[in-house]
């Protein structure tokens, strides 16, 4: 049975969808992956630039029902509203039942992956970016997870499964194998800097 995955770009949500099917297009197996390009936060300190993106908490639970799989924080609006709107969000998005990757407590927590299984795969998702050092998570601060522009990739996928293998011993002593995709969602970067990416390797 084929497996879908569905990435989109910006989604910033101000109120519920007029509609619950925003996804139509993405049927079992499968799993919609979004970046989520604001804050769910009801306060925090707002961040001294132009634009800052904000949500209600409650719109996690919307995401949820049209059918979002997991979101990536790794953006220029995740930390508009300082940690406490980063905390927040991972918060509202955990009750609703959606993973988050991309941004997290420290440089381990922004870097872990989300494992979710689709069709008899296991389909493991980050967000990784290299163009925003200033939120960038550390050994002992929040933020997004960053990627230093050299970085293997091949590396990072080969990570994720075999942390997962190792993990899982149901796999062990099995035939393992992988494929990777980098979807960019920064186009419009210079080729060289293209990098702020998100990841889904599927494995079986």
């Known amino acids: 049975m084929a497996y879908t995955l569905l990435a989109t770009g910006d ?3 101000q109120r519920p969808p007029a509609r619950s099917d925003l996804f139509p297009a993405v049927r079992s197996p ?12 009801g306060g925090g300190e707002r961040a001294d630039k132009l634009v800052c993106l ?6 996690a639970v919307e995401l949820k029902r049209s059918g979002v799989s997991v979101v990536t924080l790794t953006n220029n609006h995740c930390m508009d509203f300082g940690i406490s709107g980063l905390r927040a969000t991972r918060t509202a998005l955990a009750q609703a039942g959606v ?3 991309g941004a997290g407590e420290d440089l381990a927590a922004s ?3 989300a494992t979710l299984e689709a069709g008899g795969l296991r389909v493991a998702f980050v967000g990784l970016n290299c163009t925003m050092a200033d939120t960038g998570a550390g050994s002992s601060r929040p933020g997004i997870a960053p990627m230093p522009p050299d970085a293997d990739l091949n590396a990072i996928a080969r990570r994720i499964v075999e942390d997962d293998y190792s993990r899982n011993r149901s796999f062990r002593g099995s035939a393992t194998r992988y494929t990777s995709r980098w979807i960019p969602v920064r186009p419009a970067c ?8 998100s990841r889904a390797a599927t494995w079986h």
């Open 190 to 197: 210079p080729r060289s800097r293209r990098r702020t990416v």
């Open 99 to 101: 993973p988050a990757v």
């Open 30 to 41: 499968g799993h919609v992956f979004v970046n989520l390009e604001e804050a769910l936060t």
């Open 54 to 59: 904000k949500g209600s908490p409650a719109l």
């Open 11 to 13: 989604l910033m949500l």
């Open 111 to 113: 870097l872990r992956p």
